[in-house]
């Protein structure tokens, strides 16, 4: 235990998670001395979620998600800073206690934060979907760093949607997979811009922590799952387990995403299934395609990021 900080043996859960309330984890599984966590970094809508929740399902693992809202919520209507999938029941990782501990204890970079959830869940790993490089300055960057990497075509146009369609119709359509807008050059070149220096942002950090990085492409992913969570697997330094891929079938405890996996509306165009984000394709024009798959800058940082390409993934093929 004294490698376990800021929780007094007094606070510790007697019982922690029991072989009925999360599938994986041996019953009387108590806290480890040796805890691994995992940050996702990358950029809003980049699939942090999705490898989050998948994560999650892989041995004695628990993927937390955007943890940060435990504390931030206040700032954010939209966030409860609960777990999305219990919702208000008592959830058996993100109970009273422990929300009421994080919320009150000092914020400090040493790893409690990290500690705390993990002890809570039963987990040796916990894999954080935090993303952003602000929030892991925060409470500690995690042992091992998940870069993800979108298409930048797909991202720009997710990135867009959101900051240009009110959350009227036209977005509901967009998200069943409707392709029923398109971008004005200056709305475009926002986007661009936004994307680039968010990028060169999230890869100079990642870069220049001491951390373990690994990049994972969304696309390639989503494509060859089992192929790259294997090696995800191994990386971490745990089994694999090809349940971990049906990720809706696995009791899943997480902070924030805008909508609860077990609830999603069947006719959402991720339901039940890991498939690529090809809405872009019917968004840019074919100039505004080209002007991001030929723009140095855009290869430029995505050169940065070969080196840590996890297994024999192919960054980027831009077809
Ligand atoms: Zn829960």
Same mark, same amino acid.
């Given at each position: 235990?004294?490698?376990?900080?800021?929780?007094?043996?007094?606070?510790?859960?007697?019982t922690?998670m029991?072989?009925?309330?999360?599938?994986?984890?041996?019953?009387?599984?108590?806290?480890?001395?040796?805890?691994?966590?995992?940050?996702?970094?990358?950029?809003?809508?980049?699939?942090?979620?999705?490898?989050?929740?998948?994560?999650?399902?892989?041995?004695?693992?628990?993927? %937390?998600?955007? =943890?940060?809202?435990?504390?931030?919520? $206040? !700032?954010? +209507?939209?966030?409860?800073?609960?777990?999305? #999938?219990?919702?208000?029941?008592?959830?058996?990782?993100?109970?009273?206690?422990?929300?009421?501990?994080?919320?009150?204890?000092?914020?400090?970079?040493?790893?409690?934060?990290?500690?705390?959830?993990?002890i809570?869940?039963?987990c040796?790993?916990v894999?954080?979907?935090?993303?952003?490089?602000?929030?892991?300055?925060?409470?500690?960057?995690?042992?091992?760093l998940?870069?993800?990497?979108?298409?930048?075509?797909?991202?720009i146009v997710s990135?867009?949607?959101?900051?240009?369609?009110?959350?009227?119709?036209?977005?509901k359509?967009?998200?069943?997979g409707?392709?029923?807008?398109?971008?004005?050059?200056e709305?475009?070149?926002? %986007?661009?811009? =936004?994307?680039?220096?968010?990028?060169? $942002? !999230?890869? +100079?950090?990642?870069l220049?922590?001491?951390? #373990?990085l690994?990049v994972?492409?969304?696309?390639?992913?989503?494509e060859?799952?089992?192929?790259?969570?294997?090696?995800?697997?191994?990386?971490?330094?745990?089994?694999?387990?090809?349940?971990?891929?049906?990720y809706?079938?696995?009791?899943?405890?997480?902070?924030?995403?805008n909508?609860?996996?077990?609830?999603?509306?069947?006719?959402?165009?991720?339901f039940?299934?890991?498939?690529?984000?090809?809405?872009?394709?019917?968004?840019?024009?074919?100039?505004?395609?080209?002007f991001?798959?030929?723009?140095?800058?855009?290869?430029?940082?995505?050169?940065?990021?070969?080196p840590?390409?996890?297994?024999?993934?192919?960054?980027?093929?831009f077809?």
């Amino acid at each position: 235990m004294s490698e376990i900080k800021k929780v007094k043996k007094s606070q510790q859960w007697p019982t922690l998670m029991t072989s009925t309330s999360l599938g994986h984890i041996p019953e009387g599984a108590g806290p480890k001395k040796e805890l691994t966590t995992v940050g996702i970094v990358g950029l809003d809508y980049c699939g942090s979620t999705l490898m989050n929740n998948i994560l999650s399902g892989l041995p004695s693992c628990i993927g %937390a998600g955007e =943890t940060h809202w435990i504390i931030d919520s $206040k !700032h954010n +209507s939209n966030q409860r800073g609960r777990c999305t #999938e219990c919702y208000t029941q008592d959830c058996p990782v993100f109970s009273n206690k422990l929300l009421e501990e994080l919320k009150t204890e000092q914020i400090t970079n040493d790893g409690s934060w990290w500690e705390n959830i993990g002890i809570a869940s039963g987990c040796e790993i916990v894999v954080s979907a935090d993303k952003r490089p602000r929030h892991y300055d925060r409470f500690g960057v995690p042992d091992k760093l998940l870069f993800m990497i979108k298409d930048p075509r797909a991202h720009i146009v997710s990135w867009a949607k959101r900051k240009f369609l009110q959350p009227d119709q036209n977005m509901k359509k967009y998200n069943q997979g409707a392709d029923n807008f398109s971008l004005t050059d200056e709305q475009f070149n926002e %986007a661009f811009t =936004t994307w680039l220096r968010d990028t060169r $942002k !999230h890869i +100079s950090w990642s870069l220049n922590t001491s951390k #373990e990085l690994a990049v994972v492409s969304l696309e390639y992913f989503v494509e060859n799952d089992e192929e790259v969570l294997k090696d995800i697997a191994k990386w971490i330094g745990i089994e694999f387990d090809d349940k971990a891929l049906e990720y809706w079938d696995n009791d899943l405890h997480y902070i924030g995403s805008n909508h609860s996996v077990k609830r999603l509306n069947k006719d959402r165009y991720f339901f039940k299934q890991v498939k690529r984000d090809r809405r872009w394709e019917n968004v840019l024009t074919p100039e505004q395609s080209e002007f991001i798959t030929s723009h140095e800058k855009v290869h430029y940082q995505l050169n940065r990021l070969k080196p840590f390409i996890l297994g024999s993934q192919v960054l980027m093929d831009f077809d």
